[in-house]
T-cell receptor
Framework: DGGITQSPKYLFRKEGQNVTLSCEQN?????MYWYRQDPGQGLRLIYY???????QKGDIAEGYSVSREKKESFPLTVTSAQKNPTAFYLC??????????????FGPGTRLTVT | AQSVSQHNHHVILSEAASLELGCNYS??????LFWYVQYPGQHLQLLLK??????LVKGIKGFEAEFIKSKFSFNLRKPSVQWSDTAEYFC?????????FGTGTRLQVFP
């Protein structure tokens, strides 16, 4: 069954702790993305990667870090430097065709609450 | 860089009413446009997309969208909504190697 899995669905952390959100895909897609979704703000891009061992900052990368050691996996770490980390985090992937990434496929999301 | 505007933040309709959700993007040239839907408790999923060709695009569940280049618009339409269309709808435009999303429109359909 092909798709994108994100775990856990809900995550609770204390302020000051780093936390890592998992994203795995078995669609054989080259590109992967992390978004943050807040009410009334749509989806904002945090980081993306088009190839293993390479990634780029999105619009709101501050306070976050990523790695891409395997094609299937793109974990996101929310560091203690992120000032407002409570949000819904979405991971996506997309195939790259003729050097271009097109439609994205989304995982179910992780809702992170930091208190 | 591209940007996307969705002017309808919250739309409330009765079943069988017609729907049109607005989407405008910031500049022209070759554009790839998308509408995504997020049903309550479900994954964000693709409704329809426009890459080239016929500007009237048909998607899943009876939705369609029309690309109007002169108006920089890609409005989503459905002739008769159902209660099950209650969801949040996002318009997106491709900008080099990423998608730029609008802020979303929450649609509530009452029986």
């Amino acid at each position: 069954d092909g798709g994108i899995t994100q775990s856990p669905k809900y995550l609770f952390r204390k302020e000051g702790q780093n936390v890592t959100l998992s994203c795995e895909q078995n669609l054989n897609h080259d590109a992967m993305y992390w978004y943050r979704q807040d009410p009334g703000q749509g989806l904002r891009l945090i980081y993306y990667s088009q190839i293993v061992n390479d990634f780029q900052k999105g619009d709101i990368a501050e306070g976050y870090s990523v790695s891409r050691e395997k094609k299937e996996s793109f974990p996101l770490t929310v560091t203690s430097a992120q000032k407002n980390p409570t949000a819904f985090y979405l991971c996506a992937s997309s195939p790259i065709l003729q050097g271009m990434a097109y439609e994205q496929y989304f995982g179910p999301g992780t809702r992170l609450t930091v208190t | 860089a591209q940007s996307v505007s969705q002017h309808n933040h919250h739309v409330i309709l009765s079943e069988a009413a017609s729907l049109e959700l607005g989407c405008n993007y910031s500049y022209g040239g070759t554009v790839n446009l998308f509408w995504y839907v997020q049903y309550p408790g479900q994954h964000l999923q693709l409704l329809l997309k426009y890459f080239s060709g016929d500007p009237l695009v048909k998607g899943i569940k009876g939705f369609e969208a029309e690309f109007i280049k002169s108006k920089f618009s890609f409005n989503l339409r459905k002739p008769s909504v159902q209660w099950s269309d209650t969801a949040e709808y996002f318009c997106a435009v491709k900008d080099t190697d990423k998608l730029i999303f609008g802020t979303g429109t929450r649609l509530q359909v009452f029986p």
